[in-house]
Nanobody, 120 residues
Framework: QVQLAESGGGSVQAGGSLRLSCTASGYTYRTYCMAWFRQVPGKEREKVATMDNNGATTYTDSVKGRFTISRDNAKHTLNLQMNNLKPEDTAMYYC??????????????WSQGTQVTVSS
């Protein structure tokens, strides 16, 4: 059974940095596409960044140049380094896993979520 356990997050002032980590278990981690999503209450969930099993990455426009997604297949971890944070980055952040990146939005496999709060 796929399990995703998240750590990191917290509160920071605008311009600061945070790092999120997600540890996966229960499946062949290196073959899956992994992603970070975020959600603000009352708004749709947003896909922030993805990394497929070949290391190819995508980012939503608002975080390009500020966020970096990475994965360690040996340690079964997914990371999101967030720099130059802005108040609009405030959200609950989740990691997700799927066999194909195109399936992520409908994935059954999600972490518990961690709150990121950026104050101005």
């Amino acid at each position: 059974q796929v399990q995703l356990a998240e750590s990191g997050g917290g509160s920071v002032q605008a311009g600061g940095s945070l790092r999120l980590s997600c540890t996966a278990s229960g499946y062949t981690y290196r073959t899956y596409c992994m992603a970070w999503f975020r959600q603000v209450p009352g708004k749709e969930r947003e896909k922030v960044a993805t990394m497929d099993n070949n290391g190819a990455t995508t980012y939503t426009d608002s975080v390009k140049g500020r966020f970096t997604i990475s994965r360690d297949n040996a340690k079964h971890t997914l990371n999101l380094q967030m720099n130059n944070l802005k108040p609009e980055d405030t959200a609950m952040y989740y990691c997700a896993a799927e066999v194909f990146c195109s399936w992520l939005e409908n994935s059954k496999y999600w972490s518990q979520g961690t709150q990121v709060t950026v104050s101005s």
